[in-house]
């Protein structure tokens, strides 16, 4: 910005005026680590405030993306995390190329993350309360499901199942299927799905939690499929996006599409949830649920069959 006066931009220390602004020099954004630009309201923030306040902008409560390390971080007790399974890797199936080799791409996305593959699962405490924990963190590969992320899911779910335990899954997968696997990709999710069945006939409760952004194949499985989805405010959540669904149907779609608060109000979420508010949020509802059990303890109907309570726990 050029006033007539100049800015402060426009002095240096001397306060001799130049211009800064000269097109023949790009432009830098905000330097990524001491100072970061929130992409909602434009302030230019300390990354350490937003960083305490659990990676919120402190100035419009806009939820800046968490990797899964400190989602498990702020959600289960200090040092309770057992993480499970870490012994799968992604393979390269198809020998699938774009404009680049997927083997090749896989061993970047590892460097780039220090992460196998794109899911965490594990078991954990939440207050003291015990829980399976799954996480998919979109920094790899847009938090995309392939073998390795649906095989870890259905193995915690199975694990919930024995452990006869609460499940938890955070979705922070903005790439749904991962196209570069195929059909074993598509296939993940018919499979956690099907598990999730399994473990909501054997009476477990099972909380999704969305957050930005969740599309695609794993928003059209396990993610929509919790006892109790709950979202951060703000989140993009959908199917295909808004530039595919125009591109294919021509349709202009309502204001605010796709986002946590249009879901709520149109009845596809149960609640969102701030972030700083989601330990708690969690501990409550598995209590809640609990409680529900010991109040009705009988699960069988006037003719002796079994009812099939939501929020049974097992
Ligand atoms: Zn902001």
Redesign the pocket.
């Known amino acids: 910005m050029e006033t007539e006066r100049g800015n402060w931009t426009s002095m240096n220390p001397n306060g001799i005026r130049r211009n800064l602004a000269t097109n023949d020099r790009p432009k830098r954004g905000v330097p990524e680590g001491l100072w970061r630009q929130?992409p909602?309201?434009k302030?230019t923030?300390f990354t350490k405030e937003a960083a305490a306040r659990f990676n919120v902008?402190p100035?419009?409560?806009?939820h800046f993306y968490l990797p899964a390390k400190e989602r498990i971080q702020q959600l289960l007790d200090q040092d309770s995390f057992e993480e499970w399974f870490t012994e799968l890797r992604p393979t390269d199936p198809l020998g699938f190329k774009d404009h680049r080799e997927y083997s090749k791409r896989l061993i970047s996305e590892q460097a780039k993350t220090g992460m196998h593959d794109a899911a965490v699962v594990g078991k954990g405490f939440i207050r003291g309360r015990p829980v399976v924990l799954g996480v998919t963190d979109f920094a790899f590969m847009a938090g995309s499901m392939g073998s390795v992320v649906g095989e870890k899911l259905t193995r915690a779910i199975e694990e919930a199942i024995r452990l006869k335990l609460p499940l938890i899954f955070v979705s922070g997968s903005g790439g749904g299927a991962r196209m570069q696997e195929g059909i074993l990709s598509l296939m993940q999710m018919a499979k956690v799905s099907a598990a999730l069945a399994r473990y909501d006939s054997a009476g477990g409760l099972y909380i999704s939690i969305l957050t930005n952004p969740t599309m695609g194949g794993v928003a059209a499985s396990w993610a929509g499929l919790g006892d109790v989805i709950l979202a951060e405010p703000g989140a993009l959540i959908g199917f295909a996006g808004k530039r595919t669904i125009w591109n294919t149907v021509r349709l202009e779609l309502p204001k605010g599409f796709q986002t946590s608060e249009f879901l709520l109000q149109h009845g596809l979420i149960d609640r969102i949830v701030p972030r700083k508010d989601l330990r708690t949020e969690l501990a409550r509802i598995v209590d809640y649920c609990e409680r529900q059990r010991r109040r009705a303890p009988c699960s069988v109907d006037d003719h002796g069959n079994r009812t099939s309570e939501p929020f049974q726990l097992f």
Do not use: A, G, L
């Open positions: 929130c909602q309201c302030s923030i902008c100035e419009c409560d806009y």
